[in-house]
Structures are given as C-alpha cells and as structure tokens.
C-alpha cells in the first residue's frame, strides 16, 4: 500500500511562488507515475502534472505550463512541485497522488494524499 503524504501548501499573493512536497512511503511505487491534482469547490479534481518515477517523463496541464514544476527525489521517495507567478485561479486543494498512468489520467489514481490548501489572493 502506497501511502502519500503532502506539505507545502499555505497562502501567497498573486505572482508570488510555493513549493508542494509529497513523500511517498510503502508498496512498490517504481512503475507508477506521480501526479498532482487540485480541486476547488463544485468542480471535479483536475490533473495538473505528473512524472514517472523511472525515467521522469513529465505531463503539465495547459494553463500551467511554464509557471509550474515537477520533481522527483528518489533518494529521498519525495516528489516536489514547484509553482512560480501564482495566479488566484490556481487556488485550490492540491492532492498527491499516485498510480498508473492511464488511471492517473482518467483521473482514478490507486492512491491519493490528505491534500493541502494553496491560496492565491489578487
């Protein structure tokens, strides 16, 4: 059983920058690709990036591409997510989680984080 724990988050002004740590502990995680999800109130988690654990193959979402990061340790079994020129409509619950890739990008990873709140104001 994988297990994923976040920290990081908090509260920013726009054009301002966090940096999201998920540590990833238990099970065998090296063929699954880690991703970052968020939600906001009334909307569906949405994927905003993910990387594999071997090999480091990235995916960014659209809107974040250029502004945000992602990063892996393996040393230290931690996945990192580096947000630059935040954006108020990057406020959300961001969740680590972890799972193949085709689940990871039909939005049912086998497994999820606590989450954590970013928020942006103007």
């Known amino acids: 059983q994988v297990q994923l724990v976040e920290s990081g988050g908090g509260l920013v002004q726009a054009g301002g920058s966090l940096r999201l740590s998920c540590a990833v502990s238990?099970?065998?995680?090296?063929?699954?690709?880690i991703a970052w999800f968020r939600q906001t109130p009334g909307k569906e988690r949405e994927l905003v990036t993910a990387?594999?654990?071997?090999?480091?193959?990235?995916y960014y979402k659209d809107s974040v591409k250029g502004r945000f990061s992602i990063s892996r340790d393996n040393a230290k079994n931690s996945v990192f997510l580096e947000m630059n020129s935040l954006k108020p409509e990057d406020t959300a619950v961001y969740y680590c989680?972890?799972?193949?890739?085709?689940?990871?990008?039909?939005?049912?990873?086998?497994?999820w984080g606590q989450g954590t709140q970013v928020t942006v104001s103007s």
């Open positions: 989680a972890a799972g193949l890739w085709w689940r990871v990008q039909s939005g049912i990873p086998e497994y």
């Open positions: 238990g099970g065998t995680f090296s063929t699954l690709r």
């Open positions: 990387i594999a654990w071997n090999g480091g193959t990235t």
